[in-house]
């Protein structure tokens, strides 16, 4: 058996968590390992003011396991009437870690996005002050654009002149998927960095679309071609310091994926870091999987590194279908594959 090796406890910098009785499925999955992560605030209603964000903090603390250090952190969802005074407040109290723009209807509970990206722009100027990152899903919503177009349109509509207005404002292009948005972040500076999913990583789209219609591979942005995995794979492994993890995590119960109009996001959290693990191994750069997932993304944001490990033995191991609460059955992507690699974190 080959020697496990140890890197520091990572974090996941975009993830869902959903809400009510689904917490205490969620939760102490993401908990397993990660330090700590951004929660998104795409609720069936969302996450608007301060109350909600601390209401919604309280109700995820409830569920996080006592033998774990998991720290969620909060993030406001911009809408088109967003209270200014919530914002600063949520920051100057250390509420709201950041805010997120959701274009709106581009993406799962997105109704109540933004509607028009120049109008926000005096809202930027006051995140920019306070110094509250902006966390980006970056893809037009417009039915004469092409859904694989979706990110390079947004970074030519509307990302280039977001970054020149605001370069002191902290941009995170969210889940990236396009060799496009590889070079456009690798272009700009220290203020700029994109999250990457694990199953941008693993799957291209023909993994969803070839030989039969598979809906648990769906998320937005959509799955690209292969050239475009390889660009994010190159990207990852890389070492590059203003890539980091994201898992995206999204899950959704299993009549709303297997659907007529299925619903977008892939299920990742509960073997998150051993799906990353997988891809660093295939590339033979496992000693860069440290700097993706523990340290670009904490260097990035302005705060600590985390001090505890994780134990990462090779092991192959197969992925259960799903994973319960109650009656519902929320299906893991990656389920009955093999995979290789299996993470502990080490207590001591
Ligand atoms: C996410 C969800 O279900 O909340 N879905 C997805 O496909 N990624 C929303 C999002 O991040 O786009
Ligand atoms: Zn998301």
């Excluded at 999913?197 to 969803?208: D, E, I, K, P, Q």
């Excluded at 870091?273 to 590339?283: G, W």
Aim: one cysteine or more; proline letters at 5%.
């Amino acid at each position: 058996m080959e020697k496990p090796f140890f890197i520091t406890q990572p974090d996941d910098w975009h993830l869902h968590l959903r809400e009510g009785e689904m917490l205490a499925t969620t939760v102490p999955a993401s908990a397993r390992v990660f330090a700590r992560a951004i929660v998104m605030p795409n609720l069936s209603s969302p996450i608007v003011t301060i109350d909600q964000a601390k209401n919604y903090k309280q109700n995820i603390i409830k569920h996080i396991p006592a033998s774990s250090n998991f720290t969620p952190l909060m993030t406001l969802y911009l809408t088109d009437n967003i209270k200014q005074q919530d914002i600063i407040t949520g920051k100057t109290e250390d509420i709201i870690f950041a805010c997120k723009l959701y274009p709106q209807g581009a993406t799962t509970n997105s109704e109540f996005g933004v509607t028009n990206i120049n109008k926000m722009y005096p809202l930027f100027a006051i995140m920019e002050r306070y110094q509250i990152p902006l966390l980006i899903h970056a893809e037009v919503n417009d039915d004469k654009i092409d859904i694989f177009d979706r990110e390079l349109a947004f970074i030519d509509k509307h990302l280039i002149d977001i970054i020149n207005n605001f370069p002191e404002l902290k941009i995170v292009m969210e889940h990236i998927t396009t060799v496009d948005a590889v070079e456009f972040i690798k272009e700009q500076n220290h203020n700029v960095a994109a999250t990457i999913t694990a199953h941008h990583l693993l799957y291209n789209r023909n993994h969803m679309l070839a030989g039969g219609i598979k809906p648990h591979y769906y998320c937005l942005p959509i799955l690209k071609r292969s050239t475009h995995q390889q660009a994010l794979i190159d990207i990852a492994t890389s070492g590059h310091n203003r890539f980091f993890l994201g898992t995206d995590s999204a899950p959704h119960q299993l009549d709303k994926k297997q659907s007529c109009c299925g619903c977008a996001g892939c299920f990742t959290a509960p073997f998150a870091l051993e799906l990353y693990t997988e891809v660093f191994a295939k590339e033979n750069k496992i000693g860069q999987l440290e700097k993706f997932a523990s340290f670009n993304g904490a260097d990035f944001y302005g705060i600590p590194r985390n001090t505890a490990k994780v134990k990462i033995t090779k092991k192959s191991w197969q992925m259960p279908d799903f994973l319960d609460y109650d009656n519902e059955k929320f299906k893991l992507l990656g389920a009955n594959e093999t995979w290789n690699w299996s993470a502990n974190i080490e207590h001591h």
